[in-house]
């Protein structure tokens, strides 16, 4: 990509981004600041070897607003944790902030929420979500952002065993069009059911089917980050290639899921569906990975 689609990309990204924000203000950088989760879903996923609390933390950021600078007075921001949750708090996991607010102090564009999980407690193979809502701020120049006022965290105990080759079959939805590679390689993070694969809808390695190679303009890799939460695939939201603006994110409406072989156990298919945002509107694409 040349540098003046990068700045179109950018441009109309951020322009995306911000237009779900809920409030009076035209000018956002001028105006409130805006709060809100950096991320709407995390997931965190451990094995029968972990024994131990563990604590996680999710950021609440300031997104926006006042030409992008810091508040020079402590915002505290006040959350509930929604009744559509099936974590049980106090035995799954507990939020250790007292008073069910937080502050991100003066200076800060951020504060981290601390959650300890339990995963001893945690039932095999069975997810749980912990859902929190922001519901309101304390300052009066600032406001939450409607889009990113709720975080849903997933939590569960399940083995997951997903690195390796496949083929991999890409359908652009609204079109049609396929984008066909001939191995994708799927590698783990590190963490237990993290993973990142080696293209993302048309882009990728162009000698294995890339329409596009987003590392010849400094991306640092072609493909997306996922998790494996049980046998259920969640795509957080990221930038596209972990480089550009476009923002890349799973769609858990649709089709996500690991097909095992009933008798091994070994999987066999991978069946994602995400969304891309792209300089001419959202694209929605479902990929099909076929292990090798």
Same mark, same amino acid.
């Given at each position: 990509?040349?540098?003046?689609? #990068? !700045?179109?990309?950018?441009?109309?990204? !951020?322009?995306?981004?911000?237009?779900?924000?809920?409030?009076?203000?035209?000018?956002?950088?001028?105006?409130?600041?805006?709060?809100?989760? #950096?991320?709407s879903e995390s997931s965190y996923i451990y094995t029968s070897a972990d024994v131990n609390p563990v604590q996680v933390t999710e950021p609440i950021d300031l997104i926006g607003g006042?030409?992008?600078? *810091?508040?020079?007075?402590?915002?505290?921001?006040?959350?509930?944790?929604?009744?559509?949750?099936? +974590?049980?708090?106090?035995?799954?996991?507990?939020?250790? %902030?007292?008073?069910?607010?937080?502050? !991100?102090? +003066?200076?800060?564009?951020?504060?981290?929420? *601390?959650?300890?999980?339990?995963?001893?407690?945690? *039932?095999?193979?069975? *997810?749980?979500?912990?859902? %929190?809502?922001?519901?309101?701020?304390?300052?009066?120049? +600032?406001? %939450?952002? &409607?889009?990113?006022?709720?975080?849903? %965290?997933?939590?569960? #105990?399940?083995?997951?065993?997903?690195?390796?080759?496949?083929?991999?079959e890409v359908t652009r939805i609204d079109n049609g069009a396929v984008y066909s590679f001939t191995t994708e390689t799927i590698t783990s993070t590190g963490t237990v059911g993290e993973y990142v694969t080696s293209s993302t809808s048309e882009f990728g390695d162009l +000698?294995?089917?890339?329409?596009?190679?987003?590392?010849?303009?400094?991306?640092?890799?072609?493909?997306?980050?996922?998790? &494996?939460?049980?046998?259920?695939?969640?795509?957080?939201?990221?930038?596209?290639?972990?480089?550009?603006?476009?923002?890349?994110?799973?769609?858990?409406?649709?089709?996500?899921?690991?097909?095992?072989?009933?008798?091994?156990?070994?999987?066999?298919? !991978?069946?994602?569906?995400?969304?891309?945002?792209?300089?001419?509107?959202?694209?929605?694409?479902?990929?099909?990975?076929? #292990?090798?």
């Amino acid at each position: 990509m040349n540098n003046f689609k #990068k !700045i179109t990309l950018a441009l109309f990204s !951020i322009v995306l981004l911000f237009s779900c924000v809920k409030d009076d203000v035209e000018d956002f950088k001028s105006g409130a600041h805006i709060v809100g989760f #950096k991320k709407s879903e995390s997931s965190y996923i451990y094995t029968s070897a972990d024994v131990n609390p563990v604590q996680v933390t999710e950021p609440i950021d300031l997104i926006g607003g006042s030409n992008g600078t *810091p508040s020079n007075s402590n915002i505290t921001v006040q959350f509930s944790v929604d009744a559509s949750s099936t +974590a049980l708090q106090g035995t799954d996991y507990t939020i250790d %902030i007292t008073g069910n607010q937080i502050t !991100i102090p +003066a200076g800060s564009d951020f504060v981290l929420l *601390p959650i300890t999980i339990n995963p001893t407690v945690l *039932p095999g193979n069975t *997810p749980k979500t912990i859902v %929190i809502n922001l519901t309101q701020v304390s300052s009066n120049n +600032a406001v %939450i952002s &409607d889009a990113n006022k709720q975080i849903t %965290i997933t939590i569960a #105990k399940c083995e997951s065993a997903l690195a390796g080759d496949y083929t991999l079959e890409v359908t652009r939805i609204d079109n049609g069009a396929v984008y066909s590679f001939t191995t994708e390689t799927i590698t783990s993070t590190g963490t237990v059911g993290e993973y990142v694969t080696s293209s993302t809808s048309e882009f990728g390695d162009l +000698a294995l089917g890339g329409l596009d190679d987003l590392t010849t303009s400094g991306a640092p890799r072609n493909g997306f980050i996922f998790n &494996d939460v049980c046998q259920t695939i969640i795509i957080p939201q990221q930038f596209l290639g972990d480089y550009y603006p476009n923002l890349v994110k799973g769609s858990q409406d649709d089709q996500n899921e690991v097909t095992l072989d009933p008798l091994t156990g070994n999987v066999v298919e !991978i069946t994602m569906t995400y969304t891309v945002v792209r300089a001419a509107g959202l694209r929605k694409y479902r990929a099909v990975y076929t #292990k090798l």
